[in-house]
């Protein structure tokens, strides 16, 4: 085997396929990146056993071959290399040899017949968008999966289409993020995708108009894109009937800006993580009044109090949440105004986009506040 390839290029395949990458393993073949040669092109390959990345790069192939190579060795010295032109190939004594501007290094490798195949999906159900609006609808939820592995269909996000919409949905106990989008699929189906290999096809997916095909069959999931294949194992269990669970009606409605309210979490935050008490976490207090909204917390360490002009609806209140919750949903918010609707003050409120007509919705529990 014997290629020569641009250092970015190679990098962006590594880049792509070592979070796929076991590391915590028995077997040393998992914890490498297999490569292989065909024509003008390399496939860098990586499976820890739930997930599978195959990314594909141009090359100048100028003898055929396939190795396995350490991939935290193979990824370092690459990023360590000048930016320029790299040689990559097999000696005589089956070392890969990596060439670089005077720089030449030698690393073990593995037999490529030892590499678990990846996954063979036989696509049942699929549904097609461009990268862009994957990648959106990921980072609106992603942040609300569950990371006890003591509900382990939590840790998943949930990918339902149904009547011509794809929903997102995370959920983990205490607050739940659905993002939805029309799409041209008229079959009906759902599953449940790893939060870890949503955050990595997250990670691969650029800002583009370019397609990606999300297909299910039976335990597995596909993701493919015109260079890069990502294969996952589906989450078993029922997952929680979400919108039973999203309130309809509200009993107090505020209207404000995103960025003030979001500046005001990042300060109060501040004091609700307490210096004193490092794994403690204070909740903030809402009070909605005529006009205004107070937020306001209390603790050893000292004591916020923030006033937010704001259009209001409904009655007054005072509430207790996490004010992470918050935060989390406020940063993924695009908008300028965000409707925040509450109902009493032991429902949970919901968090609305004010130009994304209910397609974005984040809901919280609260905190029962101590007198």
């Known amino acids: ?6 250092r970015e290029t190679i990098l962006k395949g590594i880049n792509s396929v070592i979070n796929g990458v076991s590391s ?38 100028i003898e055929q ?9 193979f990824s370092e010295i690459i990023r360590k290399l000048p930016n320029s032109e790299i040689q990559i190939k097999m000696n005589e004594k089956n070392l890969l040899e990596i060439e670089c501007e005077g720089s030449l290094y030698k690393l ?48 998943g996000s949930l990918f339902e289409v149904e009547n011509n919409k794809l929903n997102i949905v995370a959920v983990d106990g205490y607050r739940l993020a659905v993002k939805s989008k029309e799409v041209d ?15 990595e096809v997250n990670k691969i997916i650029n800002d583009s108009f370019d397609m990606i095909t999300v297909g299910i069959e039976r335990n597995q999931a596909l993701f493919e894109m015109e260079n890069c294949k990502i294969v996952t194992r589906l989450l078993d269990g029922t997952f929680l009937k979400y919108s039973n669970t999203i309130p309809q009606n509200w009993e107090t409605r505020i209207k404000v800006n995103k960025n003030m309210l979001q500046n005001c979490f990042e300060r109060i935050l501040l004091i609700s993580s307490s210096s004193i008490e490092k794994e403690k976490k204070y909740p903030v207090k809402i009070n909605v009044e005529v006009g205004k909204i107070t937020i306001s917390c209390s603790n050893q ?10 259009e209001t609806e ?11 919750f918050f935060l989390d949903s406020l940063k993924a918010i695009d908008d300028e105004e965000v409707y925040i609707e509450f109902g009493t003050n032991r429902s949970p409120c919901i968090l609305k986009s004010v130009e994304e007509n209910g397609d974005y919705i984040y809901m919280i529990l609260p905190i029962k506040m101590k007198d």
């Not at 071959?65 to 060795?73: K, L």
């Not at 449940?192 to 955050?199: C, E, R, S």
């Open 185 to 199: 699929e008229t079959n009906n189906f759902s599953c449940v995708i790893p939060g870890k290999t949503l955050n």
């Open 1 to 6: 085997m014997k290629f020569i390839c641009e």
């Open 108 to 155: 073990a490798t593995m037999n490529p017949e030892e590499f678990p195949e990846l996954p063979r999906i036989n696509i049942a159900n699929s549904v097609k968008l461009d990268q862009t609006t994957l990648k959106n609808m990921i980072r609106k939820t992603i942040f609300a999966v569950s990371t006890e592995e003591n509900r382990p269909i939590f840790t």
């Open 314 to 324: 409904g009655k007054d209140l005072e509430i207790g949440f996490n004010p992470k």
């Open 301 to 310: 360490t000292g004591d916020a109090k923030e006033e937010i002009i704001a």
């Open 65 to 73: 071959g396939s190795t396995v190579v350490n991939a935290i060795m």
């Open 24 to 61: 915590k393993t028995t077997l040393p073949i998992l914890e490498g990146i297999l490569i292989q040669t065909n024509d003008n092109e390399i496939k860098l390959t990586s499976y820890d056993l739930e997930i599978g990345i195959e990314y594909i790069l141009e090359a100048n192939v």
